[in-house]
């Protein structure tokens, strides 16, 4: 079996993340919307100046980082989860028996390295610290121990002290179990930096062991045990190894084995909560997660100055993202439905109110809400850049029967309002039939560019990046059709059928 080797050795490391000086290379793991694997890595490209590789599992992207650079990682925002990786293993040969193959996983536990990974985890929680000062003191939820009425600085101190107390070395042979076995950088250390715990901490305070939990992503028909085989026996050997306590639900460490047919990946969780909820907090029966919308946006290229509509705006996911990560771009929101229109319009104030908190001097974003029907904008012809939109998939929202009425009248309203020869299009949905019936009769004004397939909840979507022909509106067979009347309304859908 091949291993991908962690960078260099790294030199010591104090407990805070103001001794970033003595960085070292490290291996980190992202969950993106599968489909975006690409898009994630030009981002990481960009802001971080790594190169990415993009997992066999669907879904997973790597990069290599200093320690340095721990704080910007957070900040990509075309990732849902992050990870610091222990190991990995390209190409792991699986041995013929379930039992076999669970006692290697037993044995694995005190094999790996765990040594830096553990420091990038220490270092992530100062990092984490950091943020939710900024953010007003914040505890994540199930992490707190202090009293209920605690203020925010208090609370993220006590959190401070408890992480500087936990035990994160392995037992040694002296505290009676039994020694590390193999090739293990941990025999005679603590992970890097964590030593110091038994001088820094004050007299009298006792080590609190290590909450965690294992949990295993697996896929690939060609194995012989479950998930929940390879979590327990895995997880009973970590647990061993450094005499942490298990605990499923208020763990301190996360620690990942994902195993994609032959390759498989131990890593260390930085992120308890997706970072895809970043923007939202009234949620709608079907909002985008920002990362998704955030690769629908980077697929259009906003430009400066550009006229950016989702006219079917739902919560506003997409159009939020667009004017916190574009924000020389102009922005119109809308749906036909009043409780869409509302949940856009908390959001957006919500947005406002946080940067008000902290102080921002940053003008409003640039975005107005309205409520309309997509089939009659009111809007100029060839005023628009960019459309882009997640359209009723007919499931939860919609009916596939509407579909057929709503997805061509869509098309043809689009095209009248983008601009020819330059005006693009990012649509989403999963009612692929339709959806493609109805762009075949678009030819004159629509040109397929591109189609990305993601998985949406387990379901099979496309992503369409459409250009605008140069052909002028009105002057194309695709649009003799009547304009609609004013009691048609198959293309309207409501929220909670
Ligand atoms: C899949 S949802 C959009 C979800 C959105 N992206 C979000 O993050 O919340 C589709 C939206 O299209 C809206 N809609 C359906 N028909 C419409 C029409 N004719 N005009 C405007 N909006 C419409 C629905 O009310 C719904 O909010």
Not at 30 to 39: I, L, R, S, Y
Not at 193 to 220: H, I, M, S, Y
Not at 243 to 265: G, P, R, Y
Not at 342 to 351: A, L, M, Q
Request: proline share 4%.
């Amino acid at each position: 079996m091949s291993a991908i080797q962690e960078g260099s050795e790294p030199q010591r490391l104090g407990n805070s993340a103001e001794q970033l000086s003595h960085a070292f290379i490290v291996t980190i793991g992202a969950t993106v919307p599968t489909g975006f694997e690409q898009t994630a890595a030009e981002e990481v490209n960009e802001k971080i100046g790594a190169d990415v590789r993009i997992g066999k599992d669907r879904g997973r992207i790597y990069f290599e980082i200093t320690t340095e650079d721990l704080p910007r990682v957070h900040l990509l925002k075309s990732v849902d989860n992050l990870f610091v990786v222990v190991e990995h293993y390209t190409n792991y040969e699986f041995k013929d028996t379930k039992e076999e193959t669970l006692e290697d996983f037993q044995n694995l536990a005190s094999k790996l390295s765990w040594k830096n990974p553990l420091e990038v985890w220490r270092l992530n929680n100062d990092v984490k610290k950091k943020r939710w000062r900024r953010k007003g003191g914040n505890v994540p939820k199930g992490k707190a121990s202090g009293a209920s009425g605690d203020s925010g600085k208090d609370q993220v101190e006590a959190v401070a002290k408890e992480m500087e107390s936990l035990r994160l070395e392995p037992v040694s042979p002296a505290d009676g179990s039994r020694e590390p076995e193999g090739d293990t950088a941990l025999d005679n250390e603590a992970p890097g930096g964590l030593d110091q715990d038994a001088e820094g901490r004050e007299e009298g305070a006792a080590d609190l062991p290590v909450k965690f939990r294992v949990t295993c992503n697996r896929a690939g028909d060609k194995h012989n045990f479950t998930s929940n085989d390879a979590a327990r026996d895995f997880g009973g050997a970590v647990q061993d190894f450094f005499q942490w306590k298990a605990d499923m639900t208020k763990f301190d460490i996360e620690v990942l084995l994902n195993i994609h047919d032959s390759e498989v990946v131990i890593g260390i969780a930085l992120t308890e909560e997706s970072l895809h909820r970043r923007n939202i907090t009234h949620f709608g029966p079907t909002t985008l997660r920002s990362t998704l919308a955030y690769g629908m946006l980077r697929l259009c290229k906003p430009q400066v100055s550009d006229v950016i509509i989702d006219p079917m705006c739902g919560t506003g996911a997409i159009p939020l993202e667009g004017a916190m990560e574009w924000q020389q771009s102009f922005y119109l929101a809308g749906d036909n439905n009043d409780m869409a229109v509302s949940r856009t319009v908390n959001n957006i104030g919500h947005i406002h109110k946080k940067r008000q908190i902290k102080g921002s001097t940053a003008w409003g974003l640039s975005i107005d809400t309205l409520q309309w029907d997509l089939c009659r904008l009111p809007m100029r012809t060839s005023s628009a850049d960019i459309i882009i939109t997640d359209m009723p998939f007919g499931k939860r929202m919609g009916s596939r029967k509407k579909n057929w009425d709503l997805y061509p009248a869509c098309l043809r309203e689009m095209a009248r309002v983008s601009r020819p020869g330059t005006g693009k299009a990012v649509l989403l949905t999963q009612d692929k039939k339709c959806f493609t019936k109805a762009l075949s009769r678009m030819g004159g004004l629509w040109r397929k560019a591109l189609t990305v397939w993601v998985n949406i909840g387990g379901l099979h979507a496309g992503v369409y990046l459409l250009k605008r022909t140069g052909a002028i509106f009105g002057e194309t067979p695709e649009d003799v059709r009547e304009p609609r009347g004013a009691n048609d309304t198959a293309g309207a859908t409501k929220e909670h059928e």
